[in-house]
């Protein structure tokens, strides 16, 4: 059964010089016939209403940078199509500064229950080099009025290893952002990424990014002060305090089903992966012609399927659980990939307990070193064709 939805809205106010996601610039025209081409995708995709699902989550871009009527056609039709109060968590993303009293009560009333907005960093002259257009003093605002507002599961990204962050402004940035005792935090080590502002400066030798030993301490440091604070790890890169995980990034990283709908967007359904065309006209076009918009659909073999049981469920502190391994593949991960484990586990990178295979601290930060260990080789892959 699909128990989520991702539902992705391309818009921003300003793009950001670190962003490869779907986005485009806010122009209120395009942003109505976007939506009216969004509901007709979901519509084709799932007819009738009050749909039960587990977890919603509305990303971008940034959702909030529609106006006021845009933001409530949404929610109506979300409240339409989906039992929302039925719902365990639906999120939405804001950015500081970027929603107002009004837009506040908006998402209350329509039955948003998880925010995460993305503060990036708490230092105001790094924000700008980030290309924000918020300032920490909109991180206070916002964070003021999430709370006068009751929303009390509010996630607050960081990002480090920024160009010319030291350990020490780092530490910094995380004290401040923690001192607003929300209960749940990401954090994020910067990538560089094709097609973006900072790629091109980084192709031209202009930035300048922390060592990578100090990058690693900030990581460290990360780590300990979250455990210190009682907001345990429970994904790589994700802390919470008890009770307060994303549930909607766990159907990721547990490898299970979701629709994704918008420009851009990637859905997982049984036996296949679809991705959507990405430019907006083009989107818009197909949409609202068939409510079809799919670039292309990928077909999910047993090897994928087992590679990102692996890949996804060791992202987990808990790691990959020995017992739903075999439930659902009919045959033991410690078998199939024997040798590997033996090796990462000499090699200190990963640990097994005897309900579990899971990463070290080491192999947290060499996470894709361990991952690339469980591509199947032709010998495991007889392995798995014979189970």
């Not at 790589?236 to 995980?245: D, H, L, R, T, V």
Request: charged share 25%.
């Amino acid at each position: 059964m699909i128990k989520s939805v991702y539902i992705h809205i391309p818009f921003c106010r300003q793009i950001c010089h670190y962003c490869d996601f779907v986005k485009f610039f806010y122009n209120e025209q395009l942003a109505t016939e976007y939506l009216e081409a969004l509901q007709t995708e979901i519509n084709v995709s799932l007819p009738g209403k009050n749909h039960k699902m587990k977890t919603i989550y509305i990303g971008g871009g940034t959702p909030t940078a529609l106006n006021m009527e845009q933001l409530e056609t949404l929610l109506i039709f979300l409240n339409k199509k989906f039992d929302i109060p039925a719902c365990e968590e639906v999120s939405i993303e804001v950015n500081p500064g970027d929603i107002d009293e009004e837009k506040t009560r908006l998402l209350k009333y329509y039955g948003i229950s998880r925010i995460s907005f993305g503060v990036q960093v708490m230092d105001d002259i790094m924000l700008e080099q980030l290309g924000r257009i918020h300032r920490v003093n909109d991180v206070y605002d916002t964070v003021g009025l999430l709370k006068k507002h009751d929303f009390n599961n509010v996630s607050l990204d960081l990002i480090y290893a920024l160009p010319n962050q030291t350990v020490e402004q780092f530490g910094d940035s995380l004290q401040e952002a923690l001192a607003f005792e929300l209960p749940h935090y990401s954090t994020y080590a910067l990538q560089i990424e094709p097609k973006t502002v900072f790629y091109q400066k980084h192709k031209k030798g202009q930035l300048h990014r922390p060592a990578e030993d100090d990058e690693v301490t900030m990581y460290e440091i990360l780590k300990d002060t979250m455990k210190s604070k009682g907001i345990h790890q429970y994904e790589i890169s994700n802390f919470a305090k008890p009770g307060y995980e994303s549930k909607h990034n766990l159907t990721y990283w547990s490898n299970d089903f979701y629709y994704g709908f918008g420009a851009g967007a990637h859905g997982y359904l049984p036996g296949k992966r679809i991705t959507n065309i990405r430019p907006l006209p083009a989107y818009v076009s197909q949409a609202s012609k068939n409510g079809k918009p799919v670039l292309q659909v990928d077909p999910i073999s047993l090897k994928e399927k087992v590679e990102e049981e692996m890949f996804l469920g060791l992202r987990k502190i808990n790691g990959i659980n020995k017992a739903h391994f075999q439930s659902r593949f009919g045959f033991r991960a410690e078998e199939l990939y024997k040798k590997e484990v033996e090796e990462l586990i000499n090699n200190g990178l990963l640990k097994e307990t005897g309900m579990a295979i899971q990463l070290t601290d080491k192999g947290m930060l060499l996470g894709n070193r361990v991952f690339e260990k469980f591509l199947l080789d032709d010998q495991n892959e007889m392995l798995l064709e014979s189970n």
